[in-house]
């Protein structure tokens, strides 16, 4: 199934609650949720109680993408703040094999996340207990980037590695994705897209309605 995801990081904090909602009835399916840690990525961003406060404005998926450093250690709170999907670095975890286990072991989706210069070979243990492979195609910290074009290939080699192990395991790109580019991302083999400038830049419920129309030929 072909999902937008939209990152609040590009939103208005001042009016979140309210463009979360506006995000539920445009009828995006999930919510792109970006915590850094200003260690791991140099930006800090929301947190656990920001998450907790707009949990009540949708039912979507609450798509909690950790850019933190050990994030093991806060899995059981993303869990009670909202979460239901929660996606962690390859390269932030001591122990990743570890870290996906407590994700799966509290009953939400797994994910685990690639910078864009991380080889797919990292997945090649872990890929089994996956519900979702995300792959960066900015460096993460900031919004607003460029799509680093050598991205595309990736989403075909991932497409295929994920093909070849015969499971159902989405493909989630984020970074620089417009309403430009976003057919060849999904050409490519990407099924969950993140967007969050192109999103929440001008008329949202307009901007989130041309995605999925792109999305759904």
């Known amino acids: 199934m072909n999902c937008l995801s939209p990152s609040l990081l590009a939103s208005d904090f001042a009016r979140l609650g309210e463009q979360v909602v506006l995000l539920d009835e445009a009828g995006a399916q999930y919510v792109h949720i970006d915590v ?8 800090i961003s929301m947190g656990l109680p920001v998450i907790k406060s707009i949990r ?17 250690r806060y899995i059981d709170d993303f869990v009670d703040a909202g979460a239901d999907l ?3 670095h390859t390269e932030a975890c001591g122990h990743l094999d570890r870290t996906i286990e407590a994700i799966k072991e509290t009953g939400v989706l797994a994910g685990a996340a690639l910078n864009p210069a991380t080889p797919l070979s990292v997945l090649d243990y872990i890929l089994p207990k996956l519900d979702m492979v995300l ?6 910290g900031f919004g607003g980037q ?3 074009p050598y991205t595309t290939e990736k989403i075909r080699d991932l497409k295929k590695k994920i093909d070849r192990s ?34 929440f830049k001008g008329d949202i419920r307009r901007n989130v309605e041309s995605f999925l129309k792109i999305m759904e030929q």
Do not use: W
């Open 166 to 199: 015969g499971q159902q395991i989405d493909i989630e790109v984020d970074g620089g994705v417009n309403l430009n580019n976003v057919r060849e991302i999904m050409d490519a083999g990407a099924n969950i897209i993140v967007a969050g400038t192109a999103v």
């Open 56 to 72: 009540p404005c949708s039912d979507r998926i609450f798509d909690v993408h950790l850019m933190i450093e050990e994030p093991v």
């Open 146 to 148: 460029k799509y680093i």
């Open 36 to 43: 850094m840690d200003g260690n791991f990525v140099p930006s």
């Open 86 to 88: 929660i996606t962690v």
């Open 135 to 140: 792959l960066m195609s900015v460096n993460p």
